[in-house]
């Protein structure tokens, strides 16, 4: 009887619940990243330098009404979020390039009850949802993160059922959805 128990239990356990198959080309490793730096990095330090350049400007304007200084500010307040997109551009470029797990591998995900896989043809990997750090979801996409800078993506438009297996996941780990 307790063998029987065993083997059902086990039957359990071994079926996949969901399935699919990504390729993270650049345009979904772009979308990662923007999402990874945006919402889940701080954005703090850049407001920060942005609201202390503005403070400047007005405080140099009331001191000594120096124009040119107060206009630069302004100036370097406008530039410094175009630097910081075309450098994190960059980056995300950078790193695509570095990365082979990135170039167009097909990667299949298999999810079970207590676990998940994922296989490729360079890598292959079986991770307890118990070691999830936190799954994130967008419009687009879910995230499934081991750390704070590791995540597996997961894209909607590749899953069969995207309610039920926001059901099945949200369980699992930390969830936070983002619009």
Not at 79 to 108: C, D, G, S, W
Request: hydrophobic share 40%.
């Amino acid at each position: 009887m307790e063998k029987k128990k065993k083997l059902k239990n086990k039957k359990i356990e071994d079926k996949v619940f969901y399935e699919t198959t990504i390729i993270v080309d650049k345009d979904e490793f772009r979308r990662f990243s923007k999402f990874y730096s945006n919402k889940l990095k701080s954005s703090l330090i850049p407001r920060l330098i942005l609201i202390g350049l503005l403070l400047l400007s007005i405080f140099l304007n009331y001191i000594k009404g120096n124009f040119v200084v107060v206009y630069s500010l302004i100036g370097l307040g406008i530039l410094y979020p175009i630097a910081l997109n075309v450098t994190l551009n960059m980056q995300i470029n950078h790193m695509f390039k570095n990365n082979k797990r990135f170039h167009l591998t097909e990667e299949k995900l298999r999810f079970f009850e207590k676990y998940f896989e994922s296989k490729s043809s360079i890598n292959w990997c079986r991770i307890n949802y118990e070691d999830i750090y936190k799954i994130c979801e967008t419009k687009s996409n879910f995230y499934i993160f081991l750390n704070h800078n590791q995540a597996f993506i997961i894209i909607k438009d590749k899953l069969s059922d995207v309610d039920g297996f926001r059901i099945f996941i949200r369980d699992k780990a930390s969830y936070e959805r983002y619009k």
